[in-house]
T-cell receptor, first 111, second 117 residues
Framework: GEDVEQSLFLSVREGDSSVINCTYT??????LYWYKQEPGAGLQLLTY?????DMKQDQRLTVLLNKKDKHLSLRIADTQTGDSAIYFC???????????FGSGTRLLVRP | DTGVSQNPRHKITKRGQNVTFRCDPI?????LYWYRQTLGQGPEFLTY????????KSRLLSDRFSAERPKGSFSTLEIQRTEQGDSAMYLC???????????????FGPGTRLTVL
């Protein structure tokens, strides 16, 4: 079935690392994405990972994929107050172009 | 090109009225998607177009909803006889299409927030 789950809330101090976790159920997922949404705005693509990779790094962002456990994580190094937002993971299966999103993790960065 | 644009940004309507939203994708993107997002949830897929052809529709898209992309460029989403449960953010996204393993990433517009009174 299609289901993506995320924890609801994460609070970190400015300068610390943040780790946002996501689990998905469909093993046929081809690509997994991370999007950021600020209040009242659309979704901003942060990064994505192909299912045959286990890690991808892009500046302050590191994505880890454990395909066996169907677990995806996004690590933000040196978290800043501007990183406060809702983070969504999404999966896309090989058989479809639609994205299936989790409910989002609200990240709060405390000064 | 500055990205996906959507109009209007906000729409308030009374129950039973019809509403229409417009999405202009990134130039030369041949795929266009509509999603709906309710408060506290992630976006849910509604439908998608490849050029002017509507190729997939969610069961969320009841017969009161219709989407078109007549010339393969902009798209409209119409909701007839609106209900309070239709209140949500309607998001449009576009992508360029697969290029041999390319992620075909979807780029989202700012959304249209619909409030049905």
């Amino acid at each position: 079935g299609e289901d993506v789950e995320q924890s609801l809330f994460l609070s970190v101090r400015e300068g610390d690392s943040s780790v946002i976790n996501c689990t998905y159920t469909d093993s046929s997922s081809t690509y997994l994405y991370w999007y950021k949404q600020e209040p009242g705005a659309g979704l901003q693509l942060l990064t994505y990972i192909f299912s045959n990779m286990d890690m991808k790094q892009d500046q302050r962002l590191t994505v880890l994929l454990n395909k066996k456990d169907k677990h995806l994580s996004l690590r933000i190094a040196d978290t800043q107050t501007g990183d406060s937002a809702i983070y969504f993971c999404a999966e896309r299966m090989d058989s479809s172009y639609k994205l299936i999103f989790g409910s989002g993790t609200r990240l709060l960065v405390r000064p | 090109d500055t990205g996906v644009s959507q109009n209007p940004r906000h729409k308030i309507t009374k129950r039973g009225q019809n509403v229409t939203f417009r999405c202009d994708p990134i130039s030369e993107h041949n795929r266009l998607y509509w999603y709906r997002q309710t408060l506290g949830q992630g976006p849910e897929f509604l439908t998608y177009f490849q050029n002017e052809a509507q190729l997939e529709k969610s069961r969320l898209l009841s017969d009161r909803f219709s989407a078109e992309r007549p010339k393969g460029s902009f798209s409209t989403l119409e909701i007839q006889r609106t209900e309070q449960g239709d209140s949500a953010m309607y998001l449009c996204a576009s992508s360029s299409g697969d290029r041999g393993g390319h992620a075909d990433t979807q780029y989202f517009g700012p959304g249209t927030r619909l409030t049905v009174l």
